[in-house]
């Protein structure tokens, strides 16, 4: 059958076209893709190409699909598992494939999210990685990926017990947790969890250097909103600090942040995290470097004094993923947050490429039509000669600016999807 999707041939040579998927093999599964959200990881793949640990050799000749934050139904079903999976119900793609470096969107000439449809092989069908989906909107499976990791960053961390050998694993309850350059797509949603997670932080200090991300930040998650859940939230310009360390510092008293999660991949970002950890803090170097000699100065007198530790964290494990998509399920985070601006599958080539160029949060694509990206911010201004905009932004203002399952609906019916 006929495909249409965005595949890799070389760093920084991404094509959208059609090209020819096979029939699927008794042991595999073919999905038909509705949306895929475009991730910062996929633009360090796509400058880095084969260059790229998880992206194979001969791209050139068997070009890989990109995407791994995707979503959709289950269209054709192979007979061995025909008991467990059924044509027509949702679907999710756990990304992180146990015990390989492979992955969709990576990896796999015919498995991939930036495409109409794909084919799920049957090692990865094996490993657990293609759920069931009760929910009713592709959105939030989209963006469930992003949430996952970011749940994985969370259970990266650890503390230890005193007078004992034992370490806790996650952030401390009851503790100061510091999210660094923290009001982009992912800062929002590592806010989102901290809020909504078993073991609540006493103060979650954000900070950025733009006002203008701040203020965004603070419209989808209020000091109000945070309080009500029994968290102190601070959000802070660290541009405007004449003494970020201190000024930081004595927002906890002095006593420091027991959990620092560096959400921009910059020096000085990382060596301010180093400096305000509190006793047995644990910084997490969430934010992915493209560049592989990427270093710090770090104070390593404290590591051994001072009990601090110092981890990075890329994805996470089945489960955050279970958790990320029970929490969406029951309300208690919302992964809207994090998308800015929509589009259709003929955006998501120079989106990747230009993706760090392109303000805003998250960028979520439907696959099935054609749409220029578009911010929700401009919904309604085209909405004065458009009349399916107005109606986009109608839906989006009914529920705090953000991106909801009546205007996803709006627009897949729209466009006869």
């Known amino acids: 059958m006929k495909a249409k999707g965005v595949r890799m041939y070389g760093a920084k040579d991404i094509r959208l076209e059609e090209f020819e998927l096979p029939e699927i093999k008794e042991d595999e599964v073919l999905l038909k893709v509705m949306s895929d959200s475009i991730c910062m990881s996929t633009w360090k793949e796509v400058k880095l190409g084969s260059g790229h640990i998880r992206v194979p050799d001969d791209i050139a000749d068997h070009p890989v699909i990109i995407g791994h934050e995707f979503s959709g139904v289950i269209e054709q079903v192979g007979s061995k598992w025909a008991d467990e999976y059924k044509e027509g119900e949702r679907f999710v793609v756990l990304p992180g494939i146990p015990d390989q470096m492979g992955a969709p969107g990576y990896s796999y000439e015919h498995f991939g999210g930036a495409v109409t449809y794909c084919i799920v092989p049957n090692d990865v069908i094996e490993k657990g ?7 009713d909107a592709f959105y939030e499976v989209s963006v469930s990926e992003p949430m996952y990791c970011i749940i994985g960053g969370y259970m990266a961390n650890y503390h230890t017990k005193p007078e004992t050998h034992e370490h806790f694993i996650g952030a401390k309850e009851g503790g100061n947790i510091a999210i660094l350059g923290g009001c982009g797509p992912m800062g929002l949603g590592a806010i989102s969890y ?218 897949l019916d729209h466009f006869g999807v």
């Not at 990685?129 to 929910?135: A, K, R, S």
């Not at 109000?224 to 029994?230: F, I, L, Q, T």
């Not at 989106?351 to 979520?364: D, Q, S």
Request: glycine share 8%; proline share 4%.
């Open 129 to 135: 990685c293609l759920l069931h989906y009760d929910g």
């Open 194 to 411: 901290a809020l909504a997670m078993e073991n609540k932080p006493k103060m979650v200090v954000v900070t950025e250097i733009n006002d203008d991300r701040i203020n965004r930040a603070r419209e989808v998650i209020s000091e109000e909103d945070a309080k009500a859940r029994g968290v102190e939230l601070h959000y802070v310009n660290t541009a405007k600090m004449d003494d970020e360390v201190k000024e930081l510092m004595d927002l906890t008293g002095g006593e420091g942040y027991h959990d620092v999660f560096v959400y921009a991949p910059v020096k000085a970002i990382a060596e301010t995290g180093n400096k305000i950890l509190a006793f047995d803090g644990c910084m997490n170097l969430f934010a992915g470097p493209a560049d592989s000699g990427f270093s710090a100065d770090m104070n390593l007198y404290d590591c051994h004094y001072r009990n601090t530790k110092l981890l990075g964290s890329s994805g996470g494990i089945k489960a955050d993923l279970l958790e990320a998509l029970d929490l969406i399920a029951k309300k208690e985070v919302n992964p809207a947050v994090m998308i800015t601006h929509v589009g259709g599958i003929d955006s998501i080539v120079d989106t990747t490429l230009r993706l760090p160029e392109i303000p805003g949060g998250k960028k979520l694509t439907y696959t099935q039509f054609e749409m220029p990206l578009t911010a929700i911010d401009d919904f309604r201004k085209l909405g004065e000669t458009d009349p399916l905009f107005a109606k986009l932004a109608d839906a989006c203002d009914k529920n705090q600016g953000l991106w909801n399952k009546e205007a996803e609906e709006m627009l």
